[in-house]
Antibody, heavy 119, light 112 residues
């Protein structure tokens, strides 16, 4: 059974750094793109970017390029989403997603990680 | 502004049929890229409902269907049930935005 299990909720101050994680299991980690989707409170879904663990290829949405870093550790089948300096506007729920083999749609979703950035 | 346009809300009585539209452009749906749909019940993660325009994952009832034509796509739900009340999002690929997967703004379905 495919599972994406994300790390727990975080409360941070503006300017702090943060890395959240997504532990994948139940499939061959290196042969599927894995990525992140943001949902701000009361708003829609926004695709942030994807990472291919097989060769470390990364694609970012133009809206998030330079704002976050997506990575993965193949040895522990875990993907990461990282910020070097959080802003209040980063407050949102972040979902880990797997792309199916076509690479065009998200067939599995994590449970979501709430990130709150407040002074 | 989302790349794909959906109506903010639709509603229907139990047992009725509702449709949700998703309008794109020549760089996404109109270019032939497949459309997927996701259902998000409030307080939970989105779930894949339709992929490849009109395919249902295992477990999705056959009263849910999808279609694509030109630069638009539609999601139809027949025999509306209370459990269908949720937010629905369409999603596709856009060739003008460097490998971007794009979402619609979402549609709130209310079962009256």
């Amino acid at each position: 059974e495919v599972q994406l299990v994300q790390s727990g909720a975080e409360v941070k101050k503006p300017g702090e750094s943060l890395r959240i994680s997504c532990k994948a299991s139940g499939y061959r980690f290196t042969t599927y793109w894995i990525g992140w989707v943001r949902q701000m409170s009361g708003k829609g879904l926004e695709w942030m970017g994807i990472f291919y663990p097989g060769d470390s290829d990364i694609r970012y949405s133009p809206s998030f390029q330079g704002q976050v870093t997506i990575s993965a550790d193949r040895s522990i089948t875990t993907a990461y989403l990282q910020w070097s300096s959080l802003k209040a506007s980063d407050t949102a729920i972040y979902y880990c997603v797997r792309l199916d083999t076509s690479g065009y749609f998200f067939d599995y979703w994590g449970q979501g990680t709430l990130v709150t950035v407040s002074s | 502004q989302s790349v794909l346009t959906q109506p903010p809300s639709v509603s229907g009585a139990p047992g009725q049929r509702v449709t949700i539209s998703c309008t794109g452009s020549s760089s996404n749906i109109g270019a032939g890229y497949d459309v997927s749909w996701y259902q998000q019940v409030p307080g939970t993660a989105p779930k894949l409902l339709i992929y490849g325009n009109n395919n249902r994952p295992s477990g999705v009832p056959d009263r849910v269907s999808g279609s694509r034509s030109g630069t638009s796509a539609s999601l139809a739900i027949t025999g509306l049930q209370a459990e269908d009340e949720a937010d629905y999002y369409c999603q596709s690929y856009d060739s003008s935005l460097s490998g971007s997967r794009v979402f619609g703004g979402g549609t709130k379905l209310t079962v009256l």
